[in-house]
């Protein structure tokens, strides 16, 4: 008997709980979700611009450089093992 006032309590406790509850996680939710969209917005793309264009001016025209040049034995060797 002393058990039923306790078990109406939760059940009107949980009615407005859970509801204030589960707000406050999609609050949280979408304010964290706007923090990690502008952090990538304002951080990560430009450094991974950064990197793209580091790559463009500085990796790809030494890469091109040590392939073989045209005419040459290694040429035709390379080209022959990548064409396979």
Known sequence: ML??????????????VLPILHLLQSVAQ????????????????????LLQSTAQA???PIYYNLLPKRGSFPYYIYYKLVSN
């Not at 706007?34 to 611009?49: N, Y």
């Open 3 to 16: 058990d039923w006032p306790k078990h109406i309590i939760g059940e009107k406790l949980m009615a407005w």
């Open 30 to 49: 979408a304010w964290i979700l706007s923090i990690l969209q502008s952090a990538a917005q304002a951080w990560i793309l430009p450094i991974l611009h």
């Open 58 to 60: 500085w990796i790809l």
